[in-house]
Structures are given as C-alpha cells and as structure tokens.
C-alpha cells in the first residue's frame, strides 16, 4: 500500500502507478483483520448508498467519483456529459419520426421506447466499450513495459524534445487534450448515428415456404 520504502534485502521500492482500488481494498482488509477498521465510517457510508438510491442516484457511481483522483474522475464525468447529449438527440428523432406525440400517450409510449432501444444497441455503446477493453489492455501494456526500460525508450517516437522551453511546457497537455477531443468527437457521431449505422431491422419477417 506504499508505506514500504525499501525491501528486505535493502534496496529501495519504486512506485510508478498509484492503484487506488488496491488501496481502498488493502485499507478494509488491514481494518478488519486488525480489528481497527472505522465501522461508524462504513455504517455512515451505507447510509448514504442508502439516500442516494432512494433519490433516484447512482450509489455505485457516486462512490466512483469519490474515491478515484480527479485526472480519472474527469473523463467519467464528460463521458457521462456526452451519453446524455446522445440519449436527447436520439429522443427527439424517435419522437420526430413518430409524429405528433404530445397528443397521443401510445405514440410517445412507442418513441421513448425507440430511443431507449436505439440508446442500448447503438454502435457508440459498442465503441465505448471498445475504448474501455482498449485503455485497460494499453495501461496493462504500459505498466509491463516498466521492465524493459530500454524497449520503452526504443518504442518512444520522440515527437517533442524531452526538455521543452519553460513557455511550452503544457505542450504535453495540449496534446492529450486534442486527442481526448478527437475520441469523444468521435463516440458522438458514431452515437448518434452519423457513421457506422446499425443495420435497418427488417420491417416485415420473411415469408415462409412450406
């Protein structure tokens, strides 16, 4: 849990990657097994699990954004910004394409179940997904290429100088901004039904032959 510094043997321990979740999990499991864990803090946090989903809130989600640092928080946060951007626009082309909805409670019944069926099996959930396995297996990619310190240097393209002048120093972070751009840009049209479509359900079922 990083409180060693140094191993038996005397050599000092490095830490590259911070692990909350081990940490959360290391946290309840020395608590226990010592005996010393703050039962009054997991009774008080159940509480609110408890409120929140009374209130129509995500508990799991709210937990989420309160124990992982900002820098993942962040990119949850606008990600949840861009599928509920998504979940309207798909609303009101289902109501559109179903006609004058605000005077017949069958038709809206029938448009909102079009776009929660069109929200669901949409190519972007599909892609978001695929951003999710693709990140994991990068992140797991990256912590392994820690033990070959000279195949990561040769793997470095090397796009910015390693020292960069004090103005450009946020070169890096513009960067990284642009590219997160370009993948949420991307998720929303792919969303939103702009590119990769889902195929056309067939609007009557094939006819048999006997």
Same mark, same amino acid.
């Given at each position: 849990?990083?409180?060693? =510094?140094?191993?038996?043997d005397?050599?000092q321990?490095?830490r590259?990657?911070?692990?909350?979740k081990?940490?959360?999990?290391?946290?309840?499991?020395?608590?226990?097994?010592?005996?010393?864990?703050? &039962?009054s803090?997991?009774?008080?946090?159940?509480?609110? /699990?408890?409120?929140?989903?009374?209130?129509?809130?995500?508990?799991?989600a709210?937990?989420?954004?309160? !124990?992982?640092?900002?820098? !993942?928080?962040?990119?949850?946060?606008?990600?949840?910004?861009?599928? &509920?951007?998504?979940?309207?626009?798909?609303?009101?082309? /289902? /109501?559109?394409?179903?006609?004058?909805?605000?005077?017949?409670?069958?038709?809206?019944?029938?448009?909102?179940?079009? /776009?929660?069926?069109?929200?669901? =099996?949409?190519?972007g959930?599909?892609?978001?997904?695929? !951003?999710?396995?693709?990140?994991?297996?990068?992140?797991?990619?990256?912590?392994?290429?820690?033990?070959?310190?000279?195949f990561?240097?040769a793997?470095?393209?090397?796009? #910015?100088?390693?020292?960069?002048?004090?103005?450009?120093? !946020?070169?890096?972070?513009?960067?990284?901004? #642009?590219?997160?751009?370009?993948?949420?840009?991307?998720?929303?049209?792919?969303?939103?039904?702009k590119?990769?479509?889902?195929?056309?359900?067939?609007?009557?079922s094939?006819?048999r032959?006997?």
């Amino acid at each position: 849990m990083g409180m060693l =510094t140094e191993r038996d043997d005397g050599t000092q321990v490095g830490r590259e990657f911070d692990a909350p979740k081990t940490q959360v999990m290391g946290i309840i499991i020395n608590g226990v097994m010592g005996g010393n864990l703050n &039962w009054s803090m997991v009774a008080l946090g159940a509480l609110i /699990a408890i409120m929140l989903e009374l209130c129509g809130v995500s508990a799991l989600a709210f937990a989420v954004g309160v !124990y992982v640092p900002i820098q !993942y928080s962040v990119p949850i946060f606008l990600g949840g910004i861009c599928r &509920w951007a998504i979940d309207e626009y798909l609303a009101r082309q /289902a /109501a559109a394409e179903a006609g004058d909805v605000a005077n017949d409670p069958e038709a809206q019944a029938r448009a909102e179940i079009e /776009a929660i069926k069109k929200s669901e =099996t949409s190519p972007g959930v599909l892609l978001a997904s695929g !951003y999710i396995a693709g990140g994991s297996i990068a992140g797991v990619v990256v912590a392994f290429l820690e033990f070959a310190p000279d195949f990561k240097k040769a793997l470095d393209l090397d796009l #910015l100088p390693a020292k960069l002048p004090p103005n450009l120093d !946020y070169a890096y972070d513009v960067i990284a901004v #642009l590219g997160f751009a370009v993948l949420v840009g991307f998720a929303a049209i792919v969303g939103m039904g702009k590119v990769f479509k889902a195929p056309e359900e067939e609007s009557a079922s094939p006819s048999r032959v006997d």
